[in-house]
């Protein structure tokens, strides 16, 4: 990144500050998505810095989530960005490293999610592909008993959300990326919906094996016009600058819930 002298660089401070003019409260639940890149400003600390903001912002009594996915943990037949030659993809299922909530890394999620999986007291969920991570004093229940079927459903910490009134804040990322959006896929019915079989490998009984489960095919492509219909129609959503970029601060509930009828319209 090229560094602009005129624009003064964000610090926990800044962070801290814009997290509450959006209405981050003390105890709140927090889902968090983020993309540093998008903010184009240099930020003293890094990702750390954001972390500590949103730890100060919430408070002892708040917890905080984030995705953290890992979805090349996934059956090679179903990679296209890159694919790999039909010749590997037995080899790729026989010897893939199992998901380990302390090892296995998240892909695409963001340099902040990596910060706050490896802190100290982080927890996560122990799905290969659609894990999250969670500190604070509801980590526990959120992470525990993260179904492996429909793992974004309602076996999902992602349903305990929508139980608890949690809030969603997407700082530099858009709607695109608001994972609670597709518990609303489960739950809605459309005409396009299908069922896939999906495989990771895992541990099970200390032993690595290859495994597959059901799930839906969901799919994100829609989400842009749908986030930008809640934010319009239901005045839900509070926004800032931040950087170059918008956070916005939404309830999880009333987006969920916006999300099904839309969902049954539109697709």
Same mark, same amino acid.
């Given at each position: 990144?090229?560094?602009?002298?005129?624009?003064w660089?964000?610090?926990?401070?800044?962070?801290?500050?814009a997290?509450?003019?959006?209405?981050?409260?003390?105890g709140?639940?927090?889902?968090?998505?983020?993309?540093?890149?998008?903010?184009?400003?240099?930020?003293i600390?890094?990702p750390?810095?954001? /972390?500590?903001a949103? =730890?100060? %912002?919430? +408070?002892?009594?708040?917890?905080?989530?984030?995705?953290?996915?890992?979805? #090349?943990l996934?059956?090679?037949?179903?990679?296209?960005n890159?694919?790999?030659?039909?010749?590997?993809?037995?080899?790729?299922?026989?010897?893939?490293?199992?998901f380990?909530?302390?090892?296995?890394?998240?892909?695409?999620?963001?340099?902040v999610?990596?910060?706050?999986?490896?802190?100290?007291?982080t927890?996560?969920?122990?799905?290969p592909?659609?894990?999250?991570?969670?500190r604070g004093?509801?980590?526990?229940?959120? /992470?525990?008993?993260? =179904?492996? %079927?429909? +793992?974004?459903?309602?076996?999902?910490?992602?349903?305990?959300?929508?139980? #608890?009134?949690?809030?969603v804040?997407?700082?530099?990322?858009?709607?695109?990326?608001?994972?609670s959006?597709?518990?609303?896929?489960?739950?809605?019915n459309?005409?396009?919906?299908?069922?896939?079989?999906?495989?990771?490998?895992?541990?099970?009984?200390?032993?690595?094996?290859?495994?597959?489960?059901?799930?839906?095919?969901?799919?994100?492509?829609?989400?842009?016009?749908?986030?930008?219909?809640?934010?319009?129609?239901?005045?839900h959503?509070?926004?800032?600058?931040? +950087?170059?970029?918008?956070?916005?601060?939404?309830?999880?509930r009333?987006?969920v819930?916006?999300?099904?009828?839309?969902?049954?319209?539109?697709?």
């Amino acid at each position: 990144m090229i560094v602009n002298e005129a624009a003064w660089p964000l610090s926990v401070k800044t962070f801290t500050e814009a997290y509450r003019t959006l209405g981050v409260e003390q105890g709140m639940t927090l889902i968090v998505h983020s993309s540093l890149k998008a903010l184009n400003r240099w930020i003293i600390g890094g990702p750390t810095a954001v /972390v500590l903001a949103l =730890e100060e %912002a919430a +408070g002892e009594e708040g917890t905080l989530v984030m995705p953290a996915h890992s979805g #090349d943990l996934s059956d090679p037949s179903k990679w296209g960005n890159p694919p790999v030659p039909e010749t590997w993809w037995q080899a790729i299922r026989d010897e893939m490293p199992p998901f380990q909530r302390d090892l296995t890394p998240t892909l695409g999620m963001g340099a902040v999610v990596e910060c706050f999986r490896k802190q100290e007291g982080t927890l996560r969920s122990n799905h290969p592909q659609v894990s999250f991570c969670a500190r604070g004093p509801k980590a526990g229940w959120l /992470v525990e008993n993260h =179904e492996l %079927a429909y +793992g974004l459903g309602e076996g999902s910490p992602l349903a305990k959300l929508y139980e #608890d009134n949690a809030m969603v804040l997407l700082l530099g990322v858009g709607y695109d990326n608001n994972t609670s959006i597709h518990l609303a896929e489960y739950r809605a019915n459309y005409a396009s919906k299908a069922t896939v079989i999906n495989g990771a490998p895992i541990l099970k009984d200390g032993r690595r094996v290859w495994c597959t489960f059901e799930d839906i095919d969901i799919s994100s492509d829609d989400f842009i016009k749908l986030g930008e219909e809640f934010e319009q129609i239901t005045g839900h959503v509070k926004k800032v600058q931040v +950087g170059d970029a918008a956070a916005r601060l939404m309830p999880v509930r009333p987006l969920v819930d916006f999300a099904v009828a839309w969902l049954e319209k539109h697709r």
